[in-house]
């Protein structure tokens, strides 16, 4: 058996000295969960993106799910939402008692199609959960124009959109009622784990934040409503004000690193390469191309031939409504949907991989392909 020439994950965050520092910096100060460096995480990430105000909690579907229950998503309602996402987009929908209506997909953003909105809609949808997949904006004005038309709230699932923009505005900005985000390790921005909530609605983070801690928003007032657990701590709200001094790096090497891939794979007839759109500006969490259908390789015998070489692609996001627990929900045909899933390979992307490196994941995919 050959040895592969590299070991190359998927993703590896960027964590360094400066982060230790900072993180030693607050074990020595005794206070590490809900103090000074988290109100500065929060503003810090709020001044970024240009929103209002941000809430910081553990992680990102806590983000969602407290966004989903400030905006009123309870038993008896439907949110509408894609299934080519990631499970917790559907079950922080669940968690607050209301059901998951999902929708097809645009084929080239891999984002929630417009169009088919009024066609998926119901009396009882109170909201839309709007997916910035692997980092490429939704068509966020559509989505929000027909939200208005029906008097439905939108909250933004920005999870893997940490720098992306949409209209040249960062996504969190918000351009929606709120936006939550991710901070696990795969995200361009990392904290170990944790997210935030964006707004420009301060009644609305009022209720996230009492949400966020036990239901308790002011201790003179005792507690008010039954909340979370849902805090960040010091130690991950020092990791991420660091990280944020190194996104505009981390994005433009990543950008980098795309367009690399696109001018390789743009020569290969069977390979779809991520469309670029004037209004809409990808942070490239994830590079995801499709293997079109073909008579020569399938997806899978690629991502065999590229993990057998060391590299650890993977396949595009399974869909949420084959999921076994999400059976009872599986009521429309997505066929882009289905399509992306069967079709999409994610070759890794990330801040330290090398030219050499990225190098060797062409010429492997495109020799696998070819001896085919």
Known sequence: MTIPKYKIPITKPDLGDDEIFAVSNVIRSGWIMQGNCVSEFERAFAEYVGAKTAIAVSSGTAALHLALLAAGVK??????????????????IRLCGAEPIFVDIDPETYNIEPKLLASVSQPNTCAILAVHQVGLPANIEEINLFAKEHNLVVIEDAACAIGSEYNQEKIGKPHSLAAGFSFHPRKLLTTGDGGIVTTNDLDFAKQVRCLRQHGIDNPKEGYQVVGFNYRLTDLQAAIGLEQIKKLPLFLSHRRSQAKRYNQAFSRCPLLGIPKEFPNMLSNFQSYQMRLLPNDKITRDELLKGLIEAGIFAQAGIQPIHKQVIYKEFNQLSLIETEKAAQQVVMLPLYYSLSESEQNYIIETTLNLINKH
Do not use: E, L, M, R
């Open 75 to 92: 038993q008896g309602k439907t949110v509408i939402c894609p299934s080519y996402s990631f499970i917790a987009t559907a079950n922080v």
